[in-house]
């Protein structure tokens, strides 16, 4: 397929402004039955700040992602219907380093508008909803951006204009004010929409379709930012919270209701809390459009071999999910979701007919492998945050005479992870000597996991030079803004937590002649949380199944019983329940740290000055256990990189095929578990 045109941003505001005006059009009263209409729902989600296609890690264009390239998409999906509304889905305005400069280092001020924002609006988008990621900056952030005045504890609405928002509705339904008991968020917009229809004998008319949208958010918001949180809002589930505002909804006289949910799906039993509750939200009446996002995923698709995706009642193939067309566009700009609803009027209102309605998915990547072109109007826009957020990340804090790298951490290598764990023990140790004598006698442990092992693709991994350390590598050693936390537990929990982890690898069975995977696709690589201290050594048995699989656990040659005493230090999320990994729900946190995770590692890298593999780069605290297959057990990593498994001294990991046969742009590879 060839290349793309870029899309010119500016005179789609037009069109934009056209479509929010229903003057001329026939009302739904007036509309003879029959008359029939397409209406293109258009879906991004989980942009997370990525507004151009550049990677402010590796300081170079990366057009893999980015609101540029979908920005093409989307001008493409326009022409090819006449009726389209665009709306995104949450987790938007975190994820770069554009965005930690723009909410940390140089904070926008109240009459400014993000840079992801400001590209959006000029896009032409008709309404969003809020991920959990939206709310790491904190509610005051956040209501900031998005042109909110929170009514919350501690703090009163306001008076006067609210700050710049982001020139589009955002809707919320279940996050609510603990003062005011209400939604912070408007919780549904509902959009007269002007269309293009035809009349039962096929003569074009224009109309009026409203299209009501609600929001919803993973209720697990609440410990995963519990800091900013706590105290300020509650949630409801999903579930619930349709049930209240749907009816009212239509009483509003909506034709067609879209929910944007940030969440995925999970067919366990339902509760409030859940964090992917929308296989449950799809049974709930009322809903003709379902969008999804949190799970960096895409649907439809039917090669797809996702679990959530793989339910009873979930067509992958057609989108839909007990019958709901339901998308979900992936992340970082990658793909375009697309839910062309076919709606018929019966008279009195449009309806969805649910059998002509088509789900699909578009990539900016093309078959061929090159990418749609970007817009340039997108840079432009941004050029001025985009090359000071270079310039910030450029700024030097030490050296490093190894290169610290992802590729391998699933099978040992802690490259780019022991650094991170020596940061925050470091931390937590001087804390605690200073402020907390009654610990001063524990062992101090750290967990920390590998953020990128290639789920976003062959480039998703860290990999910082050996040489000069900047403030970008720092990025890429730590991609989230947490902050550091540290939790009490005993050794009965250090081991439940090992545990789980552990879950990352699929179970073995060592009798098996052909090839076993290793990775578990549906284990996130975040929530494999190692430790690399000379102190701690453990294996992992990856021919038992979870929960069995933490043997030879031992503290300085002991073995750790059930009831020894540990501080370890995490992040926030964890310690506060993100993973729902076993006792860490908050309750067992003894430091939670002002300073965020990223900040305790540059200080610790600025102090060390120049690291080493030797010091820094080659401490295992764990291994497989030993065990002998009859065949290959393989995982898939980047090409070309079996020097750094050399480097790392895992002798056990062979090459197997520099390309893995599946198109992605992945080799295979082997891990001897004998050795």
């Known amino acids: ?96 380093a554009l965005a930690d400069y723009q909410a940390v280092v140089k904070p926008v001020a109240c009459d400014e508008q993000l840079g992801i924002y400001k590209v959006m609006q000029k896009l032409g988008y008709d309404g969003g909803g809020i991920g959990n990621h939206d709310f790491n900056y904190g509610l005051g952030f956040l209501g900031q951006v998005s042109g909110r005045r929170f009514d919350l504890p501690g703090q009163a609405a306001g008076k006067g204009a609210a700050c710049r928002g982001p020139g589009f509705p955002l809707v919320l339904a279940n996050v609510y004010s603990v003062k005011t008991r209400e939604p912070i968020f408007a919780p549904y917009k509902i959009i007269e929409k002007r269309v293009k229809a035809l009349g039962p004998g096929g003569k074009p008319v224009e109309a009026v379709v409203k299209v009501g949208i609600i929001g919803f958010t993973t209720p697990t918001i609440l410990a995963w930012d519990k800091r900013w949180l706590e105290g300020k809002v509650y949630t409801e589930g999903v579930v619930e919270t349709a049930r209240r505002y749907l009816p009212e909804m239509r009483r509003q006289g909506a034709d067609v209701i879209v929910a944007i949910s940030h969440g995925g799906l999970d067919a366990s039993p339902y509760s409030p809390g859940m964090e992917n509750g929308n296989y449950h939200l799809a049974q709930v009446p009322g809903i003709d459009a379902l969008l999804l996002g949190h799970s960096h995923q895409l649907f439809p698709n039917p090669a797809s071999t996702v679990p959530q995706f793989n339910l009873p009642h979930v067509d992958k193939a057609r989108g839909t999910v007990f019958g709901v067309p339901t998308v979900m566009a992936n ?297 002998a297959t009859k065949g290959p057990v393989v995982f898939h990593a980047a090409p070309g990189k079996i020097e750094l498994a050399r480097a790392a001294n895992l002798a056990n990991v062979s090459v197997l095929r520099e390309d893995d046969g599946a198109g992605k742009g992945f080799a295979l590879y082997a891990v001897d578990l004998s050795k």
């Open 331 to 627: 992340l970082w700009g990658k793909n375009l979701g697309v839910v062309r609803l076919a709606l018929r009027h019966d008279g009195k209102r449009w309806r969805v007919e649910q059998d002509a309605t088509v789900v699909e998915t578009r990539a900016t990547q093309q078959a061929d492998k090159s990418f749609v072109a970007a817009d340039p109007a997108v840079m432009e826009l941004v050029r001025a945050e985009h090359e000071a957020t270079i310039r910030y990340v450029q700024t030097p804090v030490g050296s490093t005479d190894f290169r610290m790298s992802s590729y391998f951490a699933d099978v040992g290598d802690p490259a780019a992870i022991q650094v991170v764990n020596q940061a925050q023990t470091d931390y937590v140790r001087k804390y605690v000597q200073a402020n907390l004598p009654q610990y001063a006698q524990l062992p101090v442990l750290s967990m920390a996991a590998a953020f990128k092992s290639g789920n976003a693709g062959v480039g998703d991994y860290t990999d910082v030079a050996a040489g000069s350390l900047a403030l970008n590598n720092a990025a890429d050693l730590y991609l989230y803004p947490n902050a550091l936390t540290a939790v009490k537990v005993d050794g009965a929990g250090l081991k439940a937590w090992l545990e789980k982890a552990a879950g990352r690898f699929n179970t073995i069975d060592p009798h098996r002649t052909e090839a076993q995977e290793l990775i578990n696709p549906a284990f996130p690589s975040y929530n494999f949380d190692t430790v690399t201290s000379p102190e701690l050594s453990y294996e992992i048995d990856v021919t038992q199944p979870p929960g069995r699989r933490i043997v030879k656990l031992q503290l300085r040659g002991a073995p750790v019983t059930e009831r020894q005493a540990f501080l370890v230090a995490t992040n926030n999320y964890r310690a506060s329940g993100g993973g729902n990994f076993p006792g860490l729900d908050g309750s067992r946190t003894v430091l939670a740290s002002p300073d965020a995770s990223r900040d305790v590692l540059i200080a610790y890298i600025r102090d060390a000055k120049r690291l080493s593999r030797a010091a820094n780069g080659a401490q295992r605290s764990w291994r497989f256990a030993p065990v």
């Open 1 to 96: 397929m060839p290349t793309l045109p870029p899309c010119r941003l500016l005179p789609l505001l037009p069109a934009a402004l056209l479509a929010a005006s229903s003057a001329g059009a026939a009302s739904g009263a007036q509309l003879a039955a029959g008359t029939g209409a397409v209406l293109a729902i258009l879906e991004t989600t989980d942009i997370h700040a990525n507004v151009v296609g550049y990677d402010y890690f590796k300081l170079a264009p990366e057009p893999a992602l980015g609101l540029d390239r979908t920005a093409t998409l989307i001008a493409q999906a326009r022409r090819d219907f006449p009726n389209t509304l665009l709306f995104d889905n949450g987790d938007t305005i975190q994820g770069t």
